[in-house]
DNA sequence: AGGTGATGTGAGCAATTATTCATATACTGC
DNA sequence: GCAGTATATGAATAATTGCTCACATCACCT
C-alpha cells in the first residue's frame, strides 16, 4: 500500500486544501474519535470535495500518516519554542517543569487524538517517518539535561524522546480525568515522576 | 444506546458462546487493531453465527464495552494474585518491583489490545463501569503501600489506580520499542519510575 | 486572449459491515 | 415422548464507506 501522497500542492490554495483536510481529519478524530474518522466527514468537514482528497492523499492510511506527521512536528515545534525560552541558569527541576508544560500542552488540548495517533503508529509502518522527529526531540532534551549530569543518571536521546512525553500523559490523564479535572496538581505531579525517573 | 447485556446466558453452552465471542473479539483487535474488528469477523473467529452475537449483545458498541470490563477484571485479577504473593515484611523496593511486574504482564501481552480498550474508554460512557474496577484495585495498592508512610508521600487510592498502570505502561511503551525489546530494563526503570512518583 | 496544466467537483460504484428475522436445533422439566 | 423455552443459524437487508472518473473551473504563461 502507498503511503506517500499522490501529489504535491503547487498553488497556494492547493496548500490551503491540503490544511484543511488534514485539520479537518484532527478535528474529527479528537471530537469523536476514530470510529468516526472517515474520508467522506473528512472532505465535508473541510468543506472540500471527497475528490479533491484524494488528489493529495492516495488512500485513508497515507491521509492518517500525514496527520501522524503533522502531530510530530506540532510536538516538535511546541518543544523547541519551550526549550527557547529556558533561563540557561535554571536549575534542573525548572528546566523539567517547562518541558512538562510543553509536553502537556498537546494532550489536553486533543486528548482522544493523541491516543488515537499511539494507537495507528503502533499498525501503521511509520517508524522512519516518526523517527525523524523523535531523534530531534531527543537530542533537544539530552542538550537541556546535560548540564545537570552530577543531579541525574544519562540520558539516552532516544530513549528520553519516548519515554519523557508517555510518562507526562501517563499522569495528566491520572488527574485531568478527575471530577473537576486537577490540571495544576497534574502539572506538579508530573515533574514528580519525571524527576523521579531521571534520577 | 444500549450498551447492556441484552440476555444474559442461562445454559452453560450459552456461556460457552459469550466467552468464545469476547475471546474472539480481544484476539482481533491485538492482532489487527480496531479496524479489523467488526461483528462478522469476530463470529467467524469465535466459530459461532452472527446471529448469536446478537443474542447476548443488542450492538458492536456493547460487545466493545463487555470486552473492557473483561480487560479490566483480568489486570484487577492479575494485581491481586501479585498481591498475595508478596512478603508481609519486604521493603518498599520489592512490593513496588511485584506491582510493577503485575502490570507489566498485560501490556508486554496484549499491547495493542490494551491500547486500544484505553481509546474506547475515552469513547464510550463507562466510567461508572469502571470505576469499580480502578477503586477495587486503587485500595489494594493503597494498602500495600500503607506500611511505608514515612518513605513515601500519601497515596490516594482513586489516583495511584490511575496514575500507576499508566506509567507503567508509558516507561514500559519506551522500552519495550526499541531494537532490540529490553524487557528487563524495562522493569527496573517503571520501579524507578514509580519509586520516583510516590516519593 | 487563449492555451495548458493544475486544481476542484460530486454522483455513483463496489465492497464492507451492522443488524434483523424467519427458521432450525438443543436442552429441561414433566 | 412432549411441551415449552433457550439457543443457534445464516441469508438477506439497509446503511456506510473507500475510492474512481468524467467533467468543470481556475491560475499562470506567452
Redesign the pocket.
Known amino acids: 500500500m502507498v503511503l506517500s501522497p499522490r501529489?504535491l500542492?503547487?498553488?497556494?490554495?492547493?496548500r490551503?486544501?491540503c490544511d484543511a483536510i488534514l485539520e479537518a481529519a484532527a478535528h474529527i478524530i479528537a471530537r469523536s474519535g476514530l470510529a468516526?474518522?472517515?474520508?467522506?466527514?473528512v472532505a465535508e468537514r473541510a468543506g472540500?470535495?471527497?475528490?479533491?482528497l484524494?488528489?493529495y492523499f492516495?488512500?485513508?492510511d497515507a491521509l492518517m500518516v500525514a496527520l501522524i506527521q503533522r502531530q510530530q512536528q506540532g510536538q516538535l515545534d511546541t518543544l523547541m519554542a519551550a526549550a527557547a525560552t529556558i533561563d540557561p541558569a535554571a536549575d534542573l527541576q525548572t528546566v523539567v517543569r517547562a518541558l512538562v508544560r510543553a509536553a502537556m500542552q498537546h494532550h489536553r488540548t486533543d486528548d482522544l487524538l493523541a491516543t488515537a495517533i499511539d494507537h495507528e503508529e503502533a499498525r501503521l509502518p511509520v517508524d522512519d517517518l516518526i523517527g525523524h522527529y523523535l531523534d530531534q526531540g531527543g537530542m533537544l532534551v539530552a542538550a537541556l539535561l546535560a548540564n545537570f549530569q552530577d543531579q541525574i543518571g544519562p540520558v539516552e536521546p532516544q530513549v528520553a524522546a519516548r519515554t519523557l512525553p508517555a510518562l507526562v500523559r501517563a499522569v495528566t490523564d491520572a488527574w485531568a480525568n478527575l471530577t473537576p479535572p486537577q490540571l495544576d496538581t497534574a502539572e506538579d505531579e508530573a515533574v514528580k515522576a519525571v524527576l523521579g525517573y531521571l534520577r
Open positions: 501529489k500542492p503547487k498553488q497556494g490554495r492547493a490551503a486544501t468516526a474518522f472517515n474520508t467522506n466527514a472540500v470535495s471527497i475528490g479533491s484524494y488528489q492516495p488512500n485513508k
